[in-house]
């Protein structure tokens, strides 16, 4: 497709059990990014990627949480033992560059999200 | 480290009119860009304009426009002729690393 793809759209879950969320760039985006946003609030930062690797981690919640990307391409949001505070909406991004200098390049586009309930 | 502040949680404002935005960042980077983004009720998130540290200009894409002042750190949105679909919580981005967002400004466009 010619967007960013997540699945699941939605996830409901108990409590306890793991949870994967994938998200699929735009083909030949280097950067991705995923973020959470719980209802009618700004977005928190989880963690991207550049190319396979992963720069920076420091929005991951817990060590619960993990993520991997790879090929460059498609990445997994693992959470563990999923808590009802880990309910959200997990939003996926991807962009052509990384670098600032990358100018409009630099432009974040959205997958519409993966929607987790745990209960 | 970036850090970005938007200071309005919420904004009320007529159809037709203008209305501004406010954004304020904080970045010892000397070449960064900075985002707006809308995000409506379903969820999706727009982007809207683009300003670069080093663009001579102010950018504008149709009704929007970004007040960049530099040494002040601030990229204001300024949304002319206000439209009843405007109504949104609109973010400011800095485009650097971990992309930073603001906590996002709910704008509600009265008929």
């Known amino acids: 497709g010619a967007g960013v793809s997540q699945s699941p759209s939605n996830k409901v879950t108990e409590k306890g059990k793991d949870v994967e969320l994938r998200c699929d760039p735009i083909?030949?985006?280097?950067?991705l990014y995923w973020y959470r946003q719980s209802l009618g609030q700004g977005l928190e930062f989880l963690i991207y990627?550049?190319?396979?690797?992963?720069?920076?981690k420091s929005g991951l919640p817990s060590d619960r949480f993990s993520a991997e990307r790879t090929g460059g391409s498609v990445s997994t949001l693992t959470i563990q033992r999923t808590q009802q505070e880990d309910s959200a909406v997990y939003l996926c991004?991807?962009?052509?560059?990384?670098?600032?200098?990358?100018?409009?390049?630099?432009?974040?586009?959205f997958g519409e999200g993966s929607r987790l309930t745990v209960l | 480290a970036q850090k970005i502040t938007q200071t309005q949680p919420g904004m009320f404002v007529q159809e037709k009119e203008a209305v501004t935005l406010d954004c304020t960042y904080d970045?010892?980077?000397?070449?960064?860009?900075l985002f707006w983004y809308k995000q409506p009720s379903s969820g999706e998130m727009i982007f809207l304009i683009y300003?670069?540290?080093?663009?001579?200009q102010n950018a504008t894409e149709g009704r929007y426009s970004l007040n960049f002042q530099k040494a002040r750190k601030s990229a204001n949105l300024v949304i002319s002729a206000s439209q009843l679909g405007d109504s949104a919580m609109y973010f400011c981005?800095?485009?650097?690393?971990?992309?930073?967002f603001g906590q996002g400004t709910i704008l509600t466009v009265h008929p």
């Open positions: 991004a991807s962009s052509l560059l990384f670098r600032a200098s990358g100018g409009r390049a630099g432009e974040l586009f």
């Open positions: 083909s030949g985006h280097t950067a």
């Open positions: 990627f550049q190319g396979n690797s992963a720069p920076d």
């Open positions: 970045t010892s980077d000397p070449s960064y860009g």
């Open positions: 300003q670069g540290s080093y663009d001579q």
């Open positions: 981005v800095t485009s650097y690393g971990k992309l930073t």
